[in-house]
């Protein structure tokens, strides 16, 4: 097993031209590749489109903020038990929101976690999403909208909720380890 994932890395050398600019400038912003590139590098039409609806999610400007982004991508993750998601996202959290805490309460224990309503209405949510879709009703709607939030707000979190649902999965499959920078970002 390569440290980083049971199915070995593609380095960002070896990406096709598009990815490797892709993905070189989130390193030279970052200061180094995230793993998960390196991992889904090895199947470049998938890594294309996980960036595509990655970037659609993640990349907004309307609606929920980006640490409200994050902290729907954190809650699902721990749901998920994905270490890689709660490492890589947490830090991104703790840097968005510029709270030492709450990537790491939200992540470990999303119910107990001490939220404002808001919050907590966009982590019900994608924690009703992530452990049990089917459950999903107009009452968790309600609650959302009567938190505040907006219908393409709560669609935002369901999207999000989704789309991480999947990495985690794919993180889990190829036993994907975080970076150890990731751990340090935002303390």
Excluded at 128 to 142: G, K, N, R, Y
Excluded at 149 to 168: H, K, P, Q, T, Y
Aim: net charge negative; glycine share 6%.
């Amino acid at each position: 097993m390569d440290e980083v994932s049971r199915f070995g890395v593609t380095e960002l050398t070896d990406l096709p031209d598009d990815l490797r600019e892709r993905v070189g400038a989130i390193a030279e912003k970052s200061g180094f590749v995230p793993n998960i590139f390196r991992a889904l590098g090895r199947r470049p039409r998938e890594l294309r489109a996980f960036l595509d609806y990655h970037d659609a999610l993640m990349d907004s400007n309307d609606g929920l903020s980006k640490a409200e982004r994050e902290l729907v991508v954190v809650a699902t993750s721990g749901a998920n038990h994905c270490t890689y998601c709660i490492v890589a996202h947490g830090a991104i959290l703790r840097v968005r929101s510029k709270d030492p805490y709450l990537a790491d309460a939200v992540g470990t224990n999303p119910y107990g976690a001490v939220l404002t309503g808001r919050q907590r209405a966009i982590v019900d949510l994608a924690l009703t999403l992530a452990v049990d879709s089917a459950s999903f009703t107009d009452d968790d709607v309600d609650a959302a909208r009567e938190a505040g939030l907006s219908d393409d707000e709560i669609w935002d979190v369901g999207s999000i909720a989704a789309l991480f649902a999947m990495s985690n999965r794919l993180a889990h499959l190829t036993a994907l380890r975080p970076n150890a920078e990731f751990f340090t970002m935002g303390r």
